[in-house]
């Protein structure tokens, strides 16, 4: 029998002739009738008006017809509600039916059936079926609910099915825990906050027994499932990841990717001494290498997981670099994701096999393979110092071949590797400029012309070389522009005679003839600093340029943490947060690494050290780009000649908008004194920041800095200030997303008279922070740092270390909004962070703060009436007495106690570092929980801080 | 989950087409006919997105099959439930061919629904779903053989059916490898390693237990160190092997694998892949190939190679082929070979060296005069790696099977009732050596 003949009708009056035979007698004609609706259907014809016909052929015995019947059902019934109510009938009788395999079929294709109408009488059946004999009713009927859920949340919600099917997680077929499994992880995710899947131990027991089980589809949902789960404790989570182990055995890739998700989450809570962590991580390592066995398409799969793997724990396959060796008859996709992973395990240890092999690939047919295999050259030499050498001469011997590419991606290479190991292997130089002519991509001819630049001095033609490029000067790319402009300024201060002519040249070309802003901005600001200091010019453009670090492209920490939560699946494949290629609210939800991920763990392995290095923003290879800016950071750090804010301050602030507080903040955090960006390098939002001069409040500033900072905030001060005694909890002010893996979080208190800011710094990067410095902006009390921050050791990865810093108050002062708000920079090896926070207003009260009885009834009647302020304190329940010592220790003095008609009223003063006094009246009445209070003081701005302030002390 | 399957012939036209979310409209099967198949560029990845929609496909010689989703989806999962899809239409038509989809698009249709329900892969065993859904139409099914069906297509032991019966219980143990290498010209192991597999072909009454040992050196050290038995004697004496890793069909119960190494199982009937395996100690390299290329002027090249075999000179090896990649502007080659057939084949840039059989430790050697055309094609000549093709009828791992007990408590057959049959062959995977 062939069915291939129902594909070839295409004659006219198709429908017509199908809609005679639909209605035929004979069952046989009937049958075929309907299968060649569904070829129909299948290429893409419109077949929707034998709605009715087909749906009349539903009533057989035949289970084969039914189910086309069923198949057409699905496709067409959204477009024909009305008529689908007509097959109602045929479902509800079926899913009473005695066959088990009948049931089964109309509960699954009733549930996909998007019609309201018949989604209505579906929950019937539903309910019985859930709770069926057969577990294959059953099971179908798990993944119904899920279907039901996507068409209508309500109705699953009002009726309940949520509950049977949570309660199927017990049941004693495998299958059907698995798809209710499925189900319930489906429907959670569209609802992130509810408590659906409720994992805790008796049901993750239930899930790891069905594990051994069920099918191998069912093994993948159940352990996708699990890794979602937080274990209580280490000891929890070494059994779990004992009972998933086993999975790495199962032939099904799928499954072992989905263990390894689990293993690798879980690992994070057990203790690195343990025994058994080291057991666990010598387990990953074979079946990882195994995936590389199975078809290329998982093949693909395999390696993309196995680069987070390997950029989270190295360690894990620090031996295996030959199973990524690239084979010729590899997929192009799987020779490109091994050759990611190669130079991510290249060592000194392996360093000679890779280069070998690389070498051999750099011969390869396809271009952007050979392309990556040289650039893969450059980065070995980077990463490891002892095969530079090699790597340099592999490198010209690829360069001899000429082959145009080649020559242009090892020349890209080659720069890098200058800025990495300075005045080692310039005596390539004269080989490179052979091929200048060659040079047609924008990126290698700004590499050539940087190291013309860079080494002008020792290459004796450099003036023409570098003119012969300005002939074409507004046809080239931005890129290459700059660095050309870059290049002669570089030139002309090494050999200042020969080259006015080129220099000035360039500059105008740049100034005059050009619409680029950028180069634009950077042909003044070397136009200028010539003409006004050269040898501030040479300072600043010759600078020692800081070296690149080693480690090129890691993904960024908090997001591979995301991302090795989500191993396996099509987010681990782009690299991306699902957030990035899912729709609506699915998926949304961040998964995080959960328990002690932050307690130093990626560092052990002696490998680890090369894997550190600078994780984000600042580019490790530095583009030319970058470079220059560089060059321009050095510029703002010379002499204050600037007047008004300087111009390259913009593009400064482009880089400084990576920042939490974007640009706007950089300029206000100006004090020129201080040398913070000296040490600084590839950071320009800093220099121009901290190197101009103090600039005037902008008024847009009072506008709140960045929303979701706010809210933090708001949320700190909610959470208590400190009084006295009694020390409130630190809250973040600086979460480590938005500053590079540094987090910080700290409190304030006042011992003794004393100010201090307490903080707690942790490194969640993968490099060592050093360098640490801290500074104020201009604040309404004039708040500074009394003393250094004293943070002598480096901050290794995964460390938390506890800093005090006294304060003072004799700094400048500004006045913030809100009053108590204070805008800090902390700086470290890697950049500036800018954060704000607020400081309770009571660690500004002073000791003698206690006014005498008769000053304070002159002073009250002294200040105007419009400066007093009334406030109410909701749910307080402390008599008078009690919140008078309570307020004490923090400084407000109770004065006098008066009792009018059961209310207490006390009057009370403080005062302010700065001198300004503030005067008092609480009411208390005796049952009555909310308390009044008047404030009184000649800056009455202070009064909402102060009230603020007494609820928390009362209420804490 | 999976939210659409399709599948396409070579010219993109639509064979099968399945919907299971709504979220995946009629322009998802126009956009990977558009952006993939029609694309003008080599595929640079399985997995495409486009406009927000996931696309992950294979490729069954000129017939695609793609797997559509909005979600962040199990990748892995896909792609081995599309392999196992490949599986299953092989099972029930043969090759997956433009026609064979067409004849059986009805089939494929009741498939599709049976293995995934709202894009969530279900049991996707082929001897469970033979049970019923079958090309014949449904026979009329009793009670008894109904819930049969359900419960072996939900059960603990998917796999298998019951009531299997056979006059004769028998069974077919493979061992196939592959071996692969890549050597340097000078002769150095640049990569080895064999990857094999188990596969076991099981006639066999009831629902046997069965029991599986090899040389595997951790189970046979462990024994080593407890009581000498007589069994444990003899299998001292012989070689253990290092296994890498391996990995189990669903039948075995890991849990036990992984405490005790021990590979005990209920078989599924009739043809399986038991196990795979991965090995890269000690290693039996059946051939070596000697290269010898030189370059005699910019129009000539002289191409010498000798080949090694390397095993006990009783054994013969089979279907030995060399091919020896010649250049792009090959003009015309002279080949003599000592042993065997060399022809260059201009069509696959190629000389290919064939020889029937070849017993061990011999030694065969092949010269070639490759001329050239003048070119003034700057680019050199890649100079692919020489591959190697054969079949040898022994394990180059090493691995040995000690035994397969089979049980059946229920049967009145016992494990010395069983027939069984053993058989090796090592064949070359990627056997390549640089020149």
């Known amino acids: ?956 | 989950m999976i939210g659409g399957l399709f599948i396409y012939n070579h010219k993109g036209e639509v064979l099968i087409s399945r919907v299971y979310r709504d979220d995946i409209g009629r322009n998802a099967v126009d956009a990977f006919r558009v952006n993939v198949i029609h694309a003008r560029q080599q595929v640079r990845s399985p997995v495409t997105n486009i406009a927000r929609t996931s696309f992950f496909h294979v490729k069954r010689s000129n017939i695609w099959l793609a797997a559509v989703t909005k979600q962040n989806v199990n990748a892995a999962m896909v792609f081995e439930f599309l392999y196992k899809m490949c599986d299953v239409m092989t099972a029930y038509f043969g090759k997956i061919s433009e026609e064979n989809i067409k004849n059986n698009f009805v089939l494929i249709y009741e498939l599709l629904d049976e293995i995934l329900d709202f894009g969530y892969p279900q049991n996707s065993e082929t001897g469970a779903l033979k049970t019923f859904i079958t090309q014949q139409g449904i026979k009329g099914q009793t009670k008894e053989e109904q819930s049969q069906i359900t419960s072996q297509v939900t059960g603990q032991i998917g796999w298998r059916r019951e009531g299997i019966k056979y006059r004769r219980n028998e069974l077919f143990l493979d061992v196939l490898e592959s071996v692969n290498l890549l050597m340097s010209p000078q002769g150095q192991v640049l990569s080895a390693h064999v990857s094999g597999r188990v596969v076991m072909k099981s006639y066999l009454s009831g629902m046997p237990e069965c029991k599986f040992g090899m040389n595997d050196k951790i189970v046979i050290d462990k024994q080593g160190k407890g009581i000498t038995t007589d069994e444990t004697a003899k299998s001292s004496g012989k070689q253990s092997i290092a296994i890498d890793d391996c990995t189990f069909h669903q039948c075995v119960r890991l849990s036990k694998f992984d405490s005790e190494r021990s590979i005990s199982f209920i078989p599924p009937d009739g043809e399986y892949e038991l196990m795979r395996y991965r090995t890269t100690k000690d290693i039996i390299l059946p051939f070596r190939v000697i290269p010898l290329v030189r370059e005699v002027g910019r129009t000539k090249l002289e191409v010498k190679v000798v080949i090694k075999s390397n095993f006990k000179p009783s054994l013969l090896a089979q279907k030995i082929e060399v091919r020896i990649p010649t250049p792009l502007n090959t003009s015309g080659v002279q080949v003599i070979c000592m042993k065997g057939k060399a022809k260059y084949k201009a069509s696959e840039n190629a000389i290919v060296w064939k020889i029937k059989r070849m017993a061990g430790m011999k030694e065969s050697q092949i010269s070639a005069e490759i001329e050239l055309l003048p070119t003034n094609d700057k680019k050199k000549w890649a100079r692919p790696p020489i591959s190697m093709n054969f079949e040898v009828p022994f394990a180059p791992s090493g691995l040995k099977v000690r035994y397969l007990k089979v049980f059946e408590s229920k049967l009145n057959y016992s494990d010395h009732d069983v027939i069984k049959w053993v058989r090796y062959i090592g064949r070359s995977g990627i056997y390549e050596t640089r020149c």
């Not at chain 1, 490998?607 to 923003?617: F, I, L, P, Y």
Request: glycine letters at 6%.
């Open chain 1, 1 to 956: 029998m062939t069915d291939s003949k129902y594909f070839t009708t295409t004659k006219k009056g198709e429908i017509f002739e199908l809609k005679a035979e639909l209605n035929s007698d004979k069952k046989e004609k009937k049958k075929e009738a309907v299968k060649k609706v569904i070829a129909s259907m299948t290429v893409g014809k419109d077949v929707s008006a034998l709605f009715p016909d087909v749906v009349n052929c539903m009533q057989t015995d035949n289970l084969e017809l039914k189910k086309l019947v069923y198949l057409y059902l699905m496709n067409y019934a959204k477009s024909q509600p009305d008529m689908a109510i007509m097959a109602v009938n045929t479902f509800v009788k079926d899913c009473e039916d005695a066959n088990p395999l009948i049931r089964a079929l109309a509960v699954r294709t009733m549930g996909c059936i998007r019609v309201d109408k018949i989604t209505e009488y579906l929950c019937e059946p539903l309910r019985k079926c859930l709770k069926d004999e057969d577990p294959y009713v059953r099971k179908t009927a798990a993944v119904c609910v899920a279907k039901l859920h996507d068409i209508n949340a309500q109705l699953v919600e009002d009726q309940g099915f949520l509950d049977t099917l949570k309660d199927l997680i017990s049941d004693s077929n495998p299958m059907v825990v698995a798809n209710a499994v499925a189900a319930l992880s489906e429907i959670a995710e569209s609802h992130p906050n509810s408590n659906l899947l409720d994992l805790n131990p008796q049901t993750i027991n239930k899930l790891l027994t069905a594990l051994n089980e069920c099918t191998e589809w069912g093994q993948i949902f159940i352990l996708d499932c699990l890794a979602n789960y937080t274990p209580r404790d280490d000891r929890e989570s070494q059994s779990i990841c004992e009972r998933v182990t086993p999975r790495l055995s199962h032939a099904n890739s799928a499954v072992v990717l989905s263990a390894v998700k689990v293993l690798m989450k879980f690992m994070e809570m057990l203790p690195k001494d343990l025994d058994y962590y080291g057991t666990l991580l010598k387990k990953l390592a074979p079946p990882l290498v195994t995936l590389l066995s199975a078809e290329p398409e998982l093949q693909y799969v395999a390696l993309r997981n196995i680069n987070l793997i390997v950029q989270r724990r190295p360690e894990i396959l620090k031996h295996e670099m030959k199973v990524f060796f690239v084979k010729y008859n590899d997929p192009i996709y799987v020779k490109l994701e091994k050759l990611d992973i190669m130079i991510r395990l290249a060592s000194q240890a392996n360093i000679a096999q890779v280069l070998a092999e690389l070498k051999e690939y750099s011969t390869e047919v396809d271009v952007d393979f050979v392309r990556k295999a040289v650039r893969a050259i450059g980065r070995c030499a980077i990463k490891v110092e002892q095969s530079a050498e090699r790597c340099v001469s592999t490198l010209l011997d690829l360069i001899q071949t000429k082959v145009n590419y080649v020559v242009q991606e090892a020349i890209v290479v080659i720069k890098d590797i200058f800025r990495k190991y300075p005045n080692k292997y310039e005596s390539v130089i004269a080989t490179l400029c052979e091929n200048l002519d060659s040079l047609d991509e924008p990126e290698a001819r700004a590499a050539m012309i940087w190291i013309v630049g860079e080494y002008a001095e020792r290459i004796d033609n450099a003036d023409e070389l570098l003119e012969s490029f300005l002939e074409g000067f507004h046809d080239e790319s931005t890129q290459v522009q700059l660095q050309l402009l870059t290049a002669i300024v570089k030139l002309f201060l090494k050999k200042p005679t020969e080259t006015q002519e080129l220099v000035q040249q360039v500059l105008s070309l740049a100034t005059q003839d050009s619409d680029n802003p950028d180069l634009r901005d950077r042909g003044y600001i070397y136009w200028r600093l010539l003409s006004t200091d050269p040898v501030a010019a040479k300072e600043v453009v010759l600078a020692e340029k800081p070296l690149i670090s080693e480690e090129t492209d890691l993904i960024e920490p908090t997001l591979l943490e995301e991302l090795i939560c989500h191993i396996g699946t099509l987010a681990s494949v782009y690299h991306k947060p699902p957030s990035a290629f899912v729709e609506g609210s699915r998926g949304v939800q961040h998964k995080r690494i959960s328990g002690n991920a932050v307690s130093g763990e990626s560092v052990e392995s002696p490998d680890n050290g090369s894997a550190a290095g600078v994780t984000e923003a600042p580019p490790a290879v530095i583009q030319s780009h970058g470079d220059l800016l560089g060059d321009l950071l050095n510029l703002d750090l010379t002499p204050p000649t600037t007047t008004g804010p300087p111009p390259p301050s913009s593009s400064g602030m482009q880089m400084g908008a990576m920042d939490l507080l974007g640009g706007g903040l950089d300029s206000l955090m100006g004090d020129e004194s201080e040398p913070l960006g000296g040490d600084l390098g590839g950071n320009p939002a800093m220099g121009a920041g901290f190197g101009g001069p103090p600039a005037v409040m902008p008024a847009s500033f009072n506008a709140p800095v960045g929303g979701g900072l706010d809210d933090l905030f708001d949320l700190g001060s909610g959470v208590g200030m400190p009084m006295g005694a009694f020390n409130p909890p630190k809250t973040v002010w600086l979460p480590a997303m938005k500053a590079k893996g540094l987090e910080i979080s700290g409190t304030f208190v006042r011992r003794a008279g004393v100010i201090q800011m307490e903080m707690n710094l942790t490194n969640k990067a993968m490099s060592v922070m050093t360098d640490f410095a801290i500074q104020f902006n201009r604040n309404s009390f004039g708040l500074a740092s009394a003393g250094p921050l004293q943070i002598l050791t480096p901050l290794s990865p995964n460390q938390s270390i506890e800093a005090a810093l006294p304060l003072s108050t004799v700094g400048p002062i500004m006045k913030m909004e809100p009053l108590n708000n204070l805008q800090v920079a902390v700086k470290n090896n890697i950049d500036v962070f800018y954060f704000s926070c607020q400081y309770p207003i009571s660690m500004l009260f002073v000791e003698d703060g206690k006014m005498e009885r008769q000053v304070f009834l002159a002073t009250w009647k002294d200040i105007p009436n419009e400066n007093e302020s009334q406030f109410q304190i909701k749910d307080c329940h402390l008599n008078s007495d009690a919140a008078s010592n309570k307020l004490q220790s923090s400084n407000i003095f109770t004065i006098a106690k008066r009792t009018v008609e059961g209310q207490d009223m006390l009057y009370q003063s403080m005062k302010l570092t700065n001198g300004i006094w503030v005067l008092a009246e609480l009411r208390v009445q005796a049952g009555n929980p909310n308390y009044t209070i008047s404030l009184k003081c000649r800056a009455p701005e202070v009064n909402q801080c102060v009230f603020q302030n007494y609820e928390s002390v009362l209420k804490n």
